[in-house]
C-alpha cells in the first residue's frame, strides 16, 4: 500500500466545519451576552449536518454511507484487533469510526432542532432540559471519537488527522478517488451554509 487519496475537499471541510461548529456552540452555551453566536453556530452545525446526510448518499466512495455501514460484529472485532495491536487497516472509516459518524450526525441534528425549539420558546423547559442531554452526549462521542482516532494512528503507524486534512491515507491504487473529484460537494456544502445563516 501507499498514499493515494481518499478523502474528497468538501468532505474534509465539512468535517472540520462541524469540529469549529459544535465547539463555538459548546462554548457559548452559558453566556446570555453570547447567545446570538450560539444560535449562528447551532445552524451552522445543522447546515453542516444536512451536507453530511446529503453528501453521505450522493459523495465521492469513501464519503457514502454504504461505504461505512458496518454491523455491530464488524466494529466489535476491529475493537479487538485494536486491543490486541493488530486493527485491520481500512482505506475509509473502520467500523468504529464509521458507527461514530452516525452517532455523531443523529444527536448533532437532534441538538440542533431541540435547540431551535428553545430559542423559539417552544415545548417548554423540557426542551432546553432535552437540548442539554444531547449535546452532553455529543460531545462524549466526540470525545470517544477523539481518542479512537489517536489509538488507531498509534496502532496502525498512520496519522489519520493528518489523513483529514491532506486527504491522503495508506491505501491500494485501486481505492483512491480521482483529483477534483467531488468539486459538487463544495457548492452543495456553500448552499446548505447560506441557507442556515439567512434562517438563523
Same mark, same amino acid.
Given at each position: 500500500?501507499?498514499?493515494?487519496?481518499?478523502?474528497?475537499?468538501?468532505?474534509?471541510?465539512?468535517?472540520?466545519?462541524?469540529? #469549529?461548529?459544535?465547539?463555538? @456552540?459548546?462554548? *457559548? +452555551?452559558?453566556?446570555? %451576552?453570547? =447567545?446570538?453566536?450560539?444560535?449562528? /453556530?447551532?445552524?451552522?452545525?445543522?447546515?453542516?449536518?444536512?451536507?453530511?446526510?446529503?453528501?453521505?448518499? #450522493?459523495?465521492?466512495?469513501? @464519503?457514502?454511507? *454504504? +461505504?461505512?455501514?458496518? %454491523?455491530? =460484529?464488524?466494529?466489535?472485532?476491529? /475493537?479487538?484487533?485494536?486491543?490486541?495491536?493488530?486493527?485491520?487497516?481500512?482505506?475509509?472509516?473502520?467500523? #468504529?469510526?464509521?458507527?461514530?459518524?452516525?452517532?455523531?450526525?443523529?444527536?448533532?441534528?437532534?441538538?440542533?432542532?431541540?435547540?431551535?425549539?428553545?430559542?423559539?420558546?417552544?415545548?417548554?423547559?423540557?426542551?432546553?432540559?432535552?437540548?442539554?442531554?444531547?449535546?452532553?452526549?455529543?460531545?462524549?462521542?466526540?470525545?470517544?471519537?477523539?481518542?479512537?482516532?489517536?489509538?488507531?494512528?498509534?496502532?496502525?503507524?498512520?496519522?489519520?488527522?493528518?489523513?483529514?486534512?491532506?486527504?491522503?491515507?495508506?491505501?491500494?491504487?485501486?481505492?483512491?478517488?480521482?483529483?477534483?473529484?467531488?468539486?459538487?460537494?463544495?457548492?452543495?456544502?456553500?448552499?446548505?451554509?447560506?441557507?442556515?445563516?439567512?434562517?438563523?
Amino acid at each position: 500500500m501507499h498514499k493515494v487519496r481518499i478523502w474528497d475537499p468538501p468532505t474534509r471541510l465539512g468535517h472540520w466545519l462541524l469540529v #469549529a461548529s459544535f465547539a463555538v @456552540a459548546w462554548l *457559548t +452555551a452559558e453566556r446570555e %451576552s453570547w =447567545r446570538l453566536l450560539h444560535v449562528r /453556530a447551532g445552524y451552522a452545525m445543522l447546515a453542516v449536518i444536512a451536507f453530511r446526510v446529503i453528501w453521505g448518499f #450522493a459523495g465521492t466512495r469513501h @464519503a457514502r454511507f *454504504t +461505504a461505512f455501514a458496518y %454491523s455491530p =460484529r464488524a466494529v466489535v472485532a476491529y /475493537a479487538a484487533g485494536l486491543i490486541r495491536g493488530l486493527p485491520r487497516h481500512y482505506a475509509g472509516h473502520n467500523p #468504529a469510526g464509521g458507527w461514530s459518524i452516525f452517532l455523531l450526525l443523529g444527536l448533532g441534528a437532534a441538538s440542533c432542532v431541540t435547540g431551535v425549539l428553545d430559542y423559539e420558546s417552544w415545548g417548554g423547559k423540557r426542551i432546553g432540559e432535552v437540548h442539554n442531554a444531547l449535546s452532553i452526549a455529543m460531545l462524549a462521542v466526540a470525545a470517544l471519537h477523539v481518542a479512537g482516532v489517536g489509538v488507531s494512528s498509534v496502532a496502525l503507524r498512520e496519522n489519520l488527522i493528518a489523513a483529514m486534512v491532506t486527504g491522503m491515507k495508506r491505501g491500494a491504487t485501486a481505492e483512491s478517488i480521482a483529483r477534483g473529484e467531488g468539486r459538487t460537494g463544495a457548492i452543495v456544502l456553500v448552499v446548505c451554509v447560506a441557507l442556515a445563516m439567512l434562517l438563523a
